[in-house]
């Protein structure tokens, strides 16, 4: 599973989800979906929502293990 922190990040740089949509090319639809794990980002998608927070793949998204 896909964990990411972009609802905390765009609380700290106070952006909208339609802000950071309109930034990155997508619906604030996919947004909310990314936000909640419902949708994994493309690579693409993913870097440019680093590029706006102007962070690491790292510091925004982290693969966490299934249990079983």
């Not at 604030?28 to 706006?52: F, N």
């Amino acid at each position: 599973m896909l964990k990411n922190r972009i609802r905390e990040l765009r609380a700290r740089f106070q952006l909208t989800q339609q802000q950071l949509a309109s930034k990155v090319d997508v619906t604030r639809q996919t947004i909310a979906a990314v936000e909640k794990g419902e949708y994994v980002p493309s690579l693409l998608l993913a870097m440019k929502i680093c590029r706006e927070f102007d962070m690491s793949m790292e510091e925004v998204f982290q693969l966490q293990e299934e249990s079983e």
